[in-house]
């Protein structure tokens, strides 16, 4: 069993209700975020996950609204981490997560020495060791195994898609995308896909060219919807609204995906959890 708790279900556009993009997958024992945007530790906090109990942080790209809480996530788990010698936190994203990691941790550079003078037992920066990929299997422990397929969010380059498999269940991560074949064999017979989509009916109505431009490098609901019917998944779970669901708005939502997908279809609002059976 795979368990997704969507943390955040917002956009870059501040939501009192929504906090900005982050995923939750828990399998095998294992909590992997799966981005890290506006108010992850709070929403995390909601379900008893702190930082210290990470096991990964995963990054689908740099976009700021997907890792706008990082510092966040690395100081919180490193204050919050009481034993000797910490696990460095593995953090995988695409190529360049290094430098923001690294800039990130610099920008804290102040807090991070005032913590160093003041507590004993703090005497080194918090413990991250960052992996980069592209593509490929980039986990393997205790009965989970993640692989990563570059998905495409041009002209943000590169992305990346997850798929995470425990206990003979198959969970997708595509993060911003629209559709491609690699995020299809990626996504091929999974268990269930998480997708962010926008509407673009709603958006392209909006007189703000900059806002419209959103529609050229993300999937609209039907989209997301028609990925998962060609990759023949089981749940096709919506999250990263754009615009945000309006109250009473959800099923209109769910009948845009389910006008391209038969699959059983989840969407909601932050902290909506879903657990995934490998199918028989
Ligand atoms: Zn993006
Ligand atoms: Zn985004």
């Known amino acids: ?39 992850v530790l709070q929403r995390a906090a909601a379900i008893g996950v702190g930082a210290n109990a990470l096991s990964a942080l995963l990054l689908t790209h740099l976009h700021s609204d997907h890792i706008a809480d990082l510092g966040d996530v690395l100081i919180t788990r490193w204050v919050t ?29 102040p807090d991070i020495g005032y913590r160093i003078a ?13 992996q980069e990929y592209t593509e490929g299997p980039v986990w393997d422990h205790d009965g989970v195994a993640i692989r990563v397929a570059p998905t495409d969010h041009r002209p943000v380059a590169p992305t990346i898609g997850f798929r995470i498999e425990s206990g003979g269940a198959s969970v997708v991560l595509a993060g911003d995308t629209v559709p491609c074949e690699s995020l299809d064999e990626l996504a091929r017979r999974a268990d269930a896909l998480v997708h962010t989509v926008i509407r673009k009916d709603l958006v392209s109505l909006l007189p703000q060219q ?25 749940t096709l779970v919506l999250t990263h609204y754009v615009p945000g669901i309006a109250p009473g708005q959800e099923e209109q939502w769910r ?3 389910a006008s391209e997908f038969d699959g059983h279809i ?12 490998p199918r028989t």
Do not use: W
Request: glycine letters at 10%.
């Open 210 to 234: 900059r806002i419209k431009d959103i529609c050229d490098y993300h999937s609209s609901v039907q989209q997301a919807a028609a990925t998962a019917k060609r990759a023949g998944v089981g």
């Open 255 to 257: 009948a845009l995906a």
């Open 266 to 277: 989840e969407l909601g609002d932050d902290l909506h959890r879903v657990q995934i059976q």
């Open 118 to 130: 003041h507590h004993d037992d703090l005497d080194a920066p918090p413990p991250v060791n960052v």
């Open 1 to 39: 069993m795979i368990d997704i708790t969507l943390l955040g279900t917002g956009s870059p556009i501040p939501d009192p209700n929504r906090a900005g993009p982050a995923t939750l997958v828990r399998a095998g024992g294992e909590a992997f975020l799966v981005d890290c945007g506006r108010g």
């Open 81 to 109: 981490t009481f034993v000797p010698d910490p696990v460095p936190l593995p953090i995988i994203g695409p190529p360049g997560t290094a430098d923001v990691v690294d800039a990130m941790l610099k920008a804290f550079g």
